[in-house]
């Protein structure tokens, strides 16, 4: 249990939903109010539908290629890691857009922002397929994060107009720092795997 709890912070912390609403507001601006619903809607259905996909068969796809589970978490915790300190040290880039014309689409918003290589990358690196169990659990964060970016994104739509700039610049450098942090223990773990003696010595 444990284990899917952090499996679920760890991806909520990759897909960071919370940091996408300014830019999710500005996409959806000129839509009604029962379109951007049904967009919310749609998005939330692509992220899990996504991240289930990359979890169900990135495994395969890294036996094709020969590629470690090792390399995958510290590959995936760099990356994170990256995109965590960026998001720490550059402005609120999504604010930034609020001058441009935005269409309302699954691309930027679900791939590569939300279904980020982040994110796909942790996915590949924790999920297994041994039976019906192990893929009963890979389903777990994915459905669990995608309802949770669902609630989110709904609430936007009720707060949006009166959330001020800075309550979401403070909320994006909060999560940029959780997300950082997750990433160092990817990358940890991920070297205990790839250096085993790295594992005995702690």
Do not use: C
């Not at 036996?63 to 550059?90: E, F, T």
Request: zero cysteines; glycine letters at 6%.
């Amino acid at each position: 249990m444990e284990d899917v709890i952090k499996s679920i912070l760890t991806l909520f912390a990759l897909t960071d939903p919370v940091a996408l609403v300014p830019l999710l507001m500005v996409s959806i601006s000129k839509l009604s109010h029962d379109q951007q619903k049904e967009f919310v809607r749609t998005l939330s259905l692509f992220v899990f539908v996504s991240l289930l996909t990359v979890g169900l068969v990135g495994n395969f796809v890294l036996s094709a290629l020969g590629v470690s589970m090792g390399a995958m978490r510290v590959a995936g915790g760099i990356s994170a890691l990256v995109a965590g300190v960026q998001l720490m040290l550059a402005p609120p880039v999504a604010w930034e857009l609020q001058t441009q014309p935005v269409r309302p689409s699954l691309s930027p918003l679900g791939i590569p922002l939300l279904v980020g290589p982040a994110a796909m990358s942790y996915m590949i690196a924790n999920s297994s397929t041994a039976n019906a169990i192990a893929i009963a659990k890979v389903a777990i964060a994915p459905a669990t994060v995608a309802f949770g970016t669902y609630l989110i994104f709904r609430l936007a739509l009720k707060l949006g107009k009166w959330m001020g700039q800075d309550a979401i610049t403070v909320t994006e450098k909060i999560s940029a720092f959780l997300l950082s942090a997750l990433a160092v223990e990817m990358i940890v773990s991920g070297l205990k795997m790839l250096f085993p003696m790295i594992a005995d010595g702690v």
